[in-house]
């Protein structure tokens, strides 16, 4: 009878969603193009992902941490790189905002080291964004996801997000579905792509602090008890500095794994678990679950669209030549944003 239930489901599932086929895409935004330095920077996507093949052969991790930094540069402002910029210590940049603590330095290192090597190569006409964007693709690809191709033309954005812009415009670890499915819907992204960018989730790591009031002061009674049981080893009390993976089956491996971690109970975060409680979204975690392949191209679709949202194009911005630094420092970018109105478009 269950499977005989679920089957119907998915049925439904399979039904109402899109069909994507391999070689279609979402819209691209105007100034954005798949061969936007085929004559500029023809060798671009080989330097970068020759490079991150031997960087992950050293540190899988990175791979992880490079495609958070690409969703975490997206959802805050755009796609135009201010993830990247270094505050001054006291600074209200991205970077110095309380999810930035847990952006690995490593990952940082990574982008600028890329950024040398392409504009050695290039001169200083790949930005920096554009960089991110490729970077995270590799990292799915190269740990066992889908390929697929990066809409290119982005530029680098002039002005930091402020701490608080960072805060409203990531979703918290503890929100529900609700919450999550209003918080995307605000920049475009619907349901399908919620659960779908969700399975980022299927590779990287976690700090307790970041799902310990699933723990403390008592258990959430929706997550598996031997899966808590372990957690509460990992994290002996609040405010612990361990880690822990974020999909038990695969840490490591790009796959679906993550939803079958839902399906289980077995998910980290709320934020997680919630998209299989949810009437709503539970059949397109069921869907993924059965099915890797649809998983994969609903996976590459909304990274597509993600990897566009308020992306500066054409003269926009610039291209820097540091990625931790706008090119010209000299003026205080709090001017920058009253005197060019280059705040970003959210
Ligand atoms: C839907 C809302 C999301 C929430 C609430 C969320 C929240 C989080 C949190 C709290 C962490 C752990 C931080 C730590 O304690 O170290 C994390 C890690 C991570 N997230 Fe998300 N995330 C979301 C969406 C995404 C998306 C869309 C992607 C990419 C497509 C993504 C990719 C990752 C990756 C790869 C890691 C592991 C990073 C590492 O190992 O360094 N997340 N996320
Ligand atoms: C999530 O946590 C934040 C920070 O601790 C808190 O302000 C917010 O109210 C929490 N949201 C929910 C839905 O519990
Ligand atoms: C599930 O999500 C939908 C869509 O946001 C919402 O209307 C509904 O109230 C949620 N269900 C529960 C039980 O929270
Ligand atoms: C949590 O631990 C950090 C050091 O790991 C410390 O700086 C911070 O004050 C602690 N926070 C609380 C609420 O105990
Ligand atoms: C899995 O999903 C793919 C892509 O949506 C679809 O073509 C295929 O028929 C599905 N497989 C099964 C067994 O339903
Ligand atoms: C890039 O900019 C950062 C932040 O201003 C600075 O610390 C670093 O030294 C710069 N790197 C190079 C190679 O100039
Ligand atoms: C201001 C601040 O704390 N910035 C940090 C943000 O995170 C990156 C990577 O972890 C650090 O390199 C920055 O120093």
Same mark, same amino acid.
């Given at each position: 009878?269950?499977?005989?239930?679920?089957?119907?489901?998915?049925?439904?599932?399979?039904?109402?969603?899109?069909?994507?086929?391999?070689?279609?895409?979402?819209?691209?935004?105007?100034?954005?193009?798949?061969?936007?330095?085929?004559?500029?920077?023809?060798?671009?996507?080989?330097?970068?992902?020759?490079?991150?093949?031997?960087?992950?052969?050293?540190?899988?991790?990175?791979?992880?941490?490079?495609?958070?930094?690409?969703?975490?540069?997206?959802?805050?402002?755009?796609?135009?790189?201010?993830?990247?910029?270094?505050?001054?210590?006291?600074?209200?940049?991205?970077?110095?905002?309380?999810?930035?603590?847990?952006?690995?330095?490593?990952?940082?290192?990574?982008?600028?080291?890329?950024?040398?090597?392409?504009?050695?190569?290039?001169?200083?006409?790949?930005?920096?964004?554009?960089?991110?964007?490729?970077?995270?693709?590799?990292?799915?690809?190269?740990?066992?996801?889908?390929? @697929?191709? !990066?809409? +290119?033309?982005? #530029?680098? $954005? =002039?002005?930091?997000?402020?701490? *608080?812009?960072?805060?409203?415009?990531?979703?918290?670890?503890?929100?529900?579905?609700?919450?999550?499915?209003?918080?995307?819907?605000?920049?475009?992204?619907?349901?399908?792509?919620?659960?779908?960018?969700?399975?980022?989730?299927?590779?990287?790591?976690?700090?307790?602090?970041?799902?310990?009031?699933?723990?403390?002061?008592?258990?959430?009674?929706?997550?598996?008890?031997?899966?808590?049981?372990?957690?509460?080893?990992?994290?002996?009390?609040?405010?612990?500095?361990?880690?822990?993976?974020?999909?038990?089956?695969?840490?490591?491996?790009?796959?679906?794994? @993550?939803? !079958?971690? +839902?399906?289980? #109970?077995? $998910? =980290?975060?709320?934020?997680?678990? *919630?998209?299989?409680?949810?009437?709503?979204?539970?059949?397109?975690?069921?869907?993924?679950?059965?099915?890797?392949?649809?998983?994969?191209?609903?996976?590459?679709?909304?990274?597509?669209?993600?990897?566009?949202?308020?992306?500066?194009?054409?003269?926009?911005?610039?291209?820097?030549?540091?990625?931790?630094?706008?090119?010209?420092?000299?003026?205080?970018?709090?001017?920058?944003?009253?005197?060019?109105?280059?705040?970003?478009?959210?």
């Amino acid at each position: 009878m269950a499977s005989l239930s679920l089957a119907l489901v998915f049925l439904l599932v399979s039904s109402s969603f899109l069909v994507l086929d391999a070689q279609s895409s979402p819209p691209l935004v105007k100034g954005m193009s798949f061969t936007f330095y085929r004559s500029s920077c023809p060798d671009l996507e080989k330097i970068v992902t020759d490079y991150l093949r031997t960087v992950f052969r050293k540190d899988i991790g990175q791979a992880a941490a490079l495609l958070r930094i690409h969703f975490h540069d997206c959802f805050v402002q755009g796609c135009d790189g201010s993830v990247l910029l270094d505050g001054s210590a006291s600074g209200p940049s991205e970077k110095a905002a309380p999810p930035n603590l847990t952006l690995r330095p490593e990952a940082f290192v990574t982008i600028n080291a890329l950024r040398e090597l392409v504009q050695k190569k290039c001169g200083r006409i790949v930005s920096c964004s554009d960089i991110v964007a490729l970077a995270a693709r590799d990292a799915v690809a190269l740990s066992g996801g889908p390929n @697929y191709r !990066v809409p +290119l033309g982005r #530029r680098d $954005g =002039l002005t930091f997000a402020t701490r *608080d812009v960072t805060l409203s415009s990531l979703p918290g670890p503890n929100e529900t579905t609700p919450a999550l499915i209003a918080a995307l819907s605000r920049i475009n992204l619907n349901v399908i792509d919620l659960v779908a960018l969700s399975g980022g989730h299927t590779i990287g790591i976690s700090h307790c602090t970041s799902f310990e009031d699933r723990l403390y002061p008592t258990q959430d009674t929706t997550m598996d008890q031997t899966f808590s049981k372990n957690l509460k080893v990992t994290c002996p009390k609040k405010n612990s500095s361990n880690t822990t993976p974020l999909d038990i089956r695969s840490p490591n491996k790009f796959d679906n794994k @993550y939803y !079958v971690d +839902l399906m289980n #109970r077995q $998910g =980290l975060f709320t934020s997680d678990q *919630d998209l299989y409680s949810n009437k709503t979204t539970r059949p397109i975690v069921t869907k993924f679950a059965i099915n890797e392949t649809a998983f994969f191209e609903q996976f590459a679709w909304s990274m597509v669209k993600m990897g566009q949202l308020s992306v500066l194009t054409g003269t926009q911005g610039e291209i820097r030549a540091n990625c931790s630094a706008r090119n010209s420092a000299r003026s205080a970018l709090w001017s920058v944003v009253d005197d060019e109105g280059e705040a970003a478009a959210f």
